[in-house]
């Protein structure tokens, strides 16, 4: 049975307000705001397995950061960077689907990262951290760092959103009417490999293509427009977040699992809910 770690919403309060809790809640939040609003714009795409095959492919990265003592940030970008060069040039080369072409190349790219781990001796702990990610271990660089991601995002949305809108129900109107498609698409993709990145130490590799699509999967059934859908993917990201983080605390769950659990049952009860409702 699972009972809660914290006796009294006294020792509740006191852990919420320690320092590694607020980090973790700030950034959350801060996180939760850019994946609510891109993941909109990559389900719109049918990109959403792209964040998925991006988020796997990054495990090599971070293990060859491991292995050969560099930042595994650094190894992440040049490793996510070869990846989708490659993606691009076999989809020109090949007529294979582009779901399934995603699919192998993550999961080779997954497998050699395996491989490479298994002639290392890296930590169980180390290990573990980069699948499923380790929130309350943020500190006051990752925030800084996460700000300026979040701040490049928001000014890009800012100029491009009505374009982005366009692209994602309109392309060929989008193309007609001068609007640089291919490049806005690649932008949008850079932005979504940079979060990936950003995401591996905190969220995990796993888990990180769930806050990307699961809230924009809800938004989409009850909006009626596009941007109401962002807004709506926006706000339940923030408040499956937050749920999430304080359900992890008072049970003392892993922070990541607890969230993607969180979100993913928000949107099974919408959906027997509104099944049930006809």
Known sequence: MITPTLDTMEQFFELVTTDFVLLALVSAILFSCVTGTIGCFLLWRNLSFLSDSMAHSTFLGVALG???????????????????????????????SRDALLSALAQWFFALGVLILSTAEVATSNFQAMLFGDL??????????????????????????????????????????????????????????????????????L??????VLPALYAQVIAVS?????????????????????????????????????????????????????
Do not use: W
């Open 207 to 212: 888990l990180v293509s769930a806050l990307m």
């Open 226 to 278: 596009p941007k109401q859908s962002v807004l709506i993917s926006t706000l339940m990201s923030v408040l499956m977040v937050t749920t999430g983080i304080l359900l992890s605390l008072v049970f003392n769950f892993p922070p990541s699992p607890t969230i993607v659990f969180c979100m993913g049952s928000a949107y099974m009860i919408q959906k027997i809910y509104l099944r049930l409702a006809r």
């Open 66 to 96: 491991y292995v050969v003592a560099i930042n595994p940030t650094i190894s992440s970008i040049a490793v996510l960077s070869v990846f989708l060069i490659l993606f691009v040039v076999l989809l020109r080369a090949h007529t294979n």
């Open 136 to 205: 309350l271990s943020v500190t006051i660089l990752d925030l800084c760092l996460l700000m300026v991601i979040v701040l490049v995002t928001l000014v890009f949305l800012y100029f491009h959103f009505n374009n982005l809108i366009l692209i994602s129900f309109h392309s060929d109107l989008a193309l007609a009417e001068g609007i640089a498609v291919k490049n806005i698409e690649l932008a949008l993709t850079c932005i979504c490999g940079v979060i990936i990145v950003f995401a591996i130490k905190t969220i995990g590799i």
